[in-house]
């Protein structure tokens, strides 16, 4: 047995090693590389990633699958865990012939650059065809797969394990039910907050206050480096080589402190896995859904909490300076909270960012049950912005062309991120029978919270499953009732509704 | 004859997408890489590492360079060359027994971490025993790949093809005939430069010279990318993606400016390789000595030139600001040609520079041919400098600690940097019998110099072999006649010696 596990360990390792020079290159790509250089690097990134797929989906990779799964419990804990993981990506990739992987990974070359001509010359009808193919492909691959009950239910499974259309549609309904109308009242509120004093700062600065929020919210920087990007995110070379990127924007400078304790909220996730799990598969966030709980939790539970601007509001007003300058707690918690319906997902406040999500929810679930006429979807989209948020998008660039999602391929992806904020609430729930949330937050003590994160999630890394993880930190699986409670607490608090 | 290249074609950009992946992770751990990181990505390096060399000495790789020489002249003169450039590292690298290898990487896993501790509590006999046993594999190796004539010519030949003892000796004694004297009378020369207004300066204002000069020099921005870094040096991913790095010190804005146009000279270099060789092996610049001659033309023979001065003392000064302004550029020129004997090679001016490298060519060629006994070499090092220099150094940390080379394992490096100095002044000598350089460098006309670089050099990449490069491109193989005489005019000009 043990001969055998060593020699499964070893091509796991190789596989790693590719996988993080995939990585690297992704890395690279979106902080320094040059970008006229990538035609040039694209056919070799494309061999290693071959290389990496067929690794995964080899008859030796499923040799061992079959192997560790028949010695049961005979297996240590971990390995369990990796096969079991394993085992799911084997399925996902396995299933699917390798000359629709092949056809598909062609239009995925072409599909962005067209995105991108059709968003920046507000030109839908040329991104239609190629987003109708690419819904083509996803039909395709979810009958090869197989699926239960609804078919997007194989997609949504994807990024948060046993997903599905049934418990969406509830979420979604009940979330709806709560905030359309407290959206409606916050609008309607004569206690509109005061961003008067959110002058411009230039990058410098901003980048002063980076480095102090990141100290504060308990981002490891021996382990870790933050860069820039055009769009934040987080990658990572396994525990002790994490990395954050940015985006500054000299008149918007709550924009990047947020999205700066956001990306540290799915570091410290990273960092905080058990020493045990290191250089396994298993040293990463169980899924999509709980890493956006992570940093779902750092920016908002407890980055825009009242105790947490009790704690920094001198700090912060003294590094930017001017109008910041000696702004109260309260005055910053406001103007931070700010909620106001707007067009652009990547722009929304916590209140209205959810009935962002549900559009696209729904009009993906529309996508991949039906036979949609892909030239009826702005129309879809228009109406729901104006049913959900009260406003209509004036063109399709402000509107479906939005994200970069679909033209990548990414189906399913979506709901994570309006479910990891539902988890987030759920998880502070859980921790405020345990611990005194806000005196330790206001005092600037976060790591007593992060302690309960380590203990309760982060350690665990991908070893238990999700569901497993939820309940075993909160005592139930995914409630909606936290959410919507946290929700209209917060903003009915705020705008006094 | 066409479907066994296409194999072939393809296995070598297997090799190539390894090696990216590997340059990609080094200019990370260059860059921006968490130090502390480093460890548990080794591992990861090593495997992709490892599977690099395995493709580079397999049978396979046999097979097909056996197959190319086949050919003969029936292979294009692509192939002709990729199987020779090949064939050398294949056999430089198979010859050594695989153990022979490891046990080295073992060694190499511990001697840079000893050597710095050594040079940074001054204590080499720290160091010693590993440097003995670094010494003991060199030979071992070139016991293995075998040598014509002295030992260290196996040794010489990796960086610079054909390169010899005899010939060496040679140079470095008509060198040391010439700059010994010449030195003695420029430090006793009463025309000492004037360096009174080189004030230190702020690292942003650096980093706005440093945007001028790569743009002034010539370095293609959308091909490349200037970073920061330890210590300055050149990578790159092809032709299209050329990178360089420099590093700011304050109190010496001199220093980074000429590491930029330094690094630049290797950038251009690359820039330049002729589009058909873009994607092979020979995508690369023919061997260390003609790529240091690339980077020195650059950084000495255009930018410590006065016609160079001519061209940018205004903007520079203005750039600079403060002491800097209105500098005149007879007054920049011979600030930046300040000789000087130092005990540091990096820090070393042109004048004094090959004799840093001509004390390690002669410490190195006694390690490689007898049995050294290594506690002699610091007094054998001393001694140089007092006999070179003039100068002795008063500890092991500023003497024979200082290099990282030897506790890297690169014995044979070393000379490449004083050769590519004198294929440099050869070069100039040939280019000024086609156009006038003067004229055009002070005119700012550096692509004029620049289109010549690139008809007899750049375009070749690895086509040709170095000697018929050099012979190609100036009608004689390497003479030391043009450095002497160079460095001759230059610093009696300047010092009036």
Chains 1, 2 share one sequence.
Request: charged share 25%; proline share 4%.
């Amino acid at each position: 047995m043990e001969a055998k596990l060593q020699e499964f360990e070893n091509y796991l390792k190789k596989m790693r090693a590719l996988q993080m020079a995939l990585t690297l290159f992704s890395w690279d790509m979106s902080t320094v590389a040059p970008r006229a250089g990538a035609p040039s690097r694209a056919p070799y990134i494309g061999l290693i990633s071959a290389e990496q797929f067929e690794m995964l989906t080899s008859p030796v990779m499923e040799g061992y699958l079959d192997y560790v799964e028949g010695l049961g419990s005979d297996a240590s804990e971990i390995w369990q865990a990796i096969a079991r993981n394993l085992r799911r990506e084997y399925d996902a990739n396995k299933k699917i012939p390798p000359n629709l992987i092949l056809e598909f990974s062609e239009l995925m070359a072409t599909a962005q650059p067209i995105w991108e001509k059709a968003k920046e010359t507000n030109d839908y009808p040329l991104f239609a065809p190629t987003l109708e193919k690419i819904i083509g492909y996803q039909k395709r691959f979810i009958e090869a797969r197989g699926y239960d009950g609804h078919p997007y239910n194989t997609l949504l499974d994807d990024y948060d394990q046993g997903m599905t259309v049934e418990k969406l549609d509830a979420f979604f309904s009940e979330l709806k039910e709560t905030v359309v109308p407290l959206l409606k009242s916050v609008v309607e509120s004569k206690a509109q907050t005061d961003t008067s004093f959110l002058a411009p700062v230039d990058i410098a600065t901003q980048q002063k206050l980076s480095a102090f929020l990141m100290d504060k919210v308990g981002f490891n920087s021996t382990y870790g480096i933050l860069s820039e990007s055009a769009h934040p995110f987080t990658t990572g070379f396994g525990k002790y080589d994490v990395r954050i990127t940015t985006h500054y924007y000299e008149d918007k400078p709550l924009s990047s402190m947020y999205s700066v304790i956001h990306e540290c909220g799915h570091a410290i996730y990273e960092q905080n896995i058990s020493d045990e799990l290191a250089g396994t598969p298993l040293e990463n966030g169980a899924n999509m859904s709980i890493h956006e709980s992570q940093s779902g939790f750092y920016e908002n539970i407890i980055g825009r909490s009242l105790p947490f601007w009790q704690n920094v509001a001198g700090e912060v007003g003294s590094i930017l300076g001017g109008s910041y300058a000696g702004v109260s707690a309260e005055r910053f918690y406001a103007a931070s909270n700010t909620a106001r319906p707007g067009m652009i997902r990547t722009e929304a406040d916590e209140l209205t960012y959810s009935l962002h999500i549900m559009v696209r929810y729904e009009l993906e679930k529309e996508m991949i049950s039906s036979d949609v006429d892909v030239s009826k979807l702005p129309g879809m989209w228009n109406d729901r912005y104006e049913e959900y948020l009260g406003i209509r998008p004036a063109n399709d660039a402000e509107g479906i062309l939005q994200d970069v999602h679909w033209s990548g391929g990414s189906f399913g992806y979506f709901p994570s991120y309006a479910l990891g904020n539902a988890y987030a609430s759920q998880i502070k729930a859980a921790m405020a029978k345990d611990l005194d949330f806000d005196a330790l937050v206001s005092s600037g003590d976060i790591a007593g919270v992060e302690n309960w994160l380590r203990a309760k999630i982060h350690g665990f890394g991908m070893l238990k499953t999700p569901e497993e993880l939820i309940v075993g930190a909160t005592g139930e699986s995914l409630n909606a009732k936290y959410y919507t409670a946290y929700l209209k607490e917060k903003f009915e608090g705020i705008y006094g509704a």
